[in-house]
């Protein structure tokens, strides 16, 4: 069964700032995907970005942006110029690429990083 | 278009009774999911649906839960003879397809907060 840890439970950053939320994660599949969500008070889970394990260019969605490094299992999340609206909890996610049936589409889930953005 | 809807937002209920939670997934998508997210045990994967079948139930946490989905969009996760631990938010995601590049891309609904008394 596949594992992901996230080894910082909160991380606190000063606005316009950089942070690095970090996160393993162990397999023996070759093929996966990875992903990094924002949850904020709401509650709603929201994508922030998405990794292919084959394509070895790291994924960027404007502040966002991924480190990956497939040998490491290792897939940390680098925010830049970090903004208020940034705080919140982060959950890193794992995915098998197979259809093997049930369970294989779920999403294996870190148990989160607490972002805490200061003004 | 509108995203994932789930009903209600948050439910009390008392030990032993029964409750239905409701899934409004994205108009088109084909796959559904429901999740388990509590402090103990964090975000869990409970069922996957393709369509209106789910192929595997053993992510289900006992046979007091139980979940269908009817004309392949809306769904509905039934706990039995609810007790203290069911306590939890059930969130619900769906993709346009199970697995397929960005379209299997999964997308939550707000969450459904359950109290057991």
């Known amino acids: 069964a596949q594992t992901v840890t996230q080894s910082q439970p909160e991380m606190s950053v000063q606005e316009a700032e950089t942070v690095t939320l970090s996160c393993t994660y162990d397999?023996?599949?070759?093929?996966?995907?990875l992903f990094w969500y924002k949850q904020p008070p709401s509650r709603q889970m929201i994508l922030v970005i998405r990794?292919?394990?084959?394509?070895?260019q790291n994924a960027t969605e404007n502040r966002f942006s991924v480190n990956f490094q497939k040998a490491a299992k290792s897939f940390s999340l680098k925010i830049s110029d970090s903004q208020l609206g940034d705080a919140a909890m982060y959950f890193c996610?794992?995915?098998?690429?197979?259809?093997?049936?049930?369970?294989?589409?779920?999403?294996?889930f870190g148990k989160g990083t607490h972002l805490i953005i200061q003004p | 278009g509108a995203g994932v809807s789930q009903s209600p937002s948050n439910k009390v209920t008392e030990k032993g009774k029964d409750v239905e939670l409701r899934c409004d997934p994205i108009?088109?998508?084909?796959?559904l999911y429901w999740y388990r997210q509590s402090l103990g045990q964090g975000l869990e994967f409970l069922i996957y649906?393709?369509?209106?079948?789910?192929?595997?139930k053993s992510g289900l946490p006992s046979d007091r839960f139980s979940a269908e989905r009817t004309g392949g969009s809306v769904s509905t996760l039934t706990i039995q003879r609810t007790q203290q631990e069911d306590s939890a938010v059930y969130l619900c995601?769906?993709?346009?397809?199970?697995?397929?590049?960005?379209?299997?891309?999964?997308?939550f609904g707000p969450g459904t907060r359950l109290t057991v008394l």
């Open positions: 995601a769906s993709s346009l397809v199970p697995s397929g590049g960005a379209r299997d891309t999964q997308y």
């Open positions: 996610a794992y995915r098998s690429s197979s259809l093997t049936g049930g369970g294989a589409d779920g999403l294996t």
């Open positions: 990794q292919e394990a084959y394509k070895q």
């Open positions: 108009s088109g998508h084909t796959a």
């Open positions: 397999t023996s599949e070759s093929d996966y995907y």
């Open positions: 649906f393709q369509g209106n079948s789910a192929p595997d």
